[in-house]
């Protein structure tokens, strides 16, 4: 490549990496916040001894569980994924999730890129820790959620603008809401008590967006004890 060539090459990269980055800030401005917005660690102590919600000793995960940097096992349709969802599905019922009201394709989706994202298997049981907790939840509402973000690839969460070290990234997170999306508030509730509950022994990190109304809840496992968005008001607030 020509110094000249490359020169032009350089300013079209830069060109379309603005006009991405502007699309990108544009589409975040008018949704919730998401979870790059840490808040100190909490200072309450939970209620209970932590209890773990994972039951078979091949899925336990040591706490604070150590960062894995590999990206996804695979990438693309969800035919071209099939098989992978089929062993992962396995996997995660191994480790104690029912998957009755969640499927591995909605915790592998892509949705801006409209495709599925195969974590790593060394992640499997963190995505499973997660899920037993969110069924939990799922459980005590008693009606329909809806996921809007679980696993992400390094790429597909530049390009939705997550954190860089987002535990989206590390399969153990999940953005979720109400289907009836008045009740969202109800549901963040219930995340709160359970936050209260067993959030330090499993290294729980919530975030709901929204207050006095909840607009939607984001949930990790595995990291750190933590607060983000609006939930140290939720918190104040009981
Ligand atoms: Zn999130």
Not at 36 to 64: F, I, W
Not at 157 to 177: E, I, P, T
Request: net charge positive; proline share 5%; with cysteine.
């Amino acid at each position: 490549m020509t110094t000249r060539s490359t020169l032009l090459w350089a300013a079209g990269g830069l060109a379309v990496g603005t006009a991405v980055a502007y699309a990108t800030t544009s589409w975040l401005r008018s949704r919730p916040l998401d979870d790059g917005r840490l808040m100190k660690p909490l200072d309450t102590k939970p209620t209970k001894p932590p209890a773990s919600v994972t039951t078979d000793e091949q899925c336990n995960v040591s706490l604070p569980a150590p960062w894995v940097d590999e990206d996804a096992l695979d990438r693309g349709s969800r035919a071209e994924m099939e098989s992978l969802h089929v062993e992962l599905a396995d996997a995660l019922r191994g480790c104690g999730a029912k998957l009755r009201h969640v499927t591995v394709q909605e915790l592998t989706y892509l949705r801006q890129a409209n495709e599925y994202a195969i974590p790593p298997r060394k992640l499997w049981r963190r995505m499973a820790k997660t899920v037993v907790l969110w069924e939990g939840i799922r459980e005590e509402f008693g009606r329909p959620i809806v996921i809007n973000s679980a696993y992400r690839d390094r790429t597909y969460n530049r390009v939705v603008g997550g954190q860089d070290k987002s535990q989206h990234l590390q399969a153990s997170a999940l953005d979720f809401a109400a289907q009836q999306s008045s009740l969202t508030t109800t549901l963040a509730k219930i995340v709160l008590t359970r936050f209260r509950r067993v959030g330090a022994g499993e290294a729980m990190g919530l975030g709901i967006a929204g207050f006095p109304q909840a607009s939607y809840i984001h949930v990790d496992t595995g990291a750190s004890y933590r607060v983000f968005y609006e939930t140290r008001k939720w918190l104040d607030a009981r």
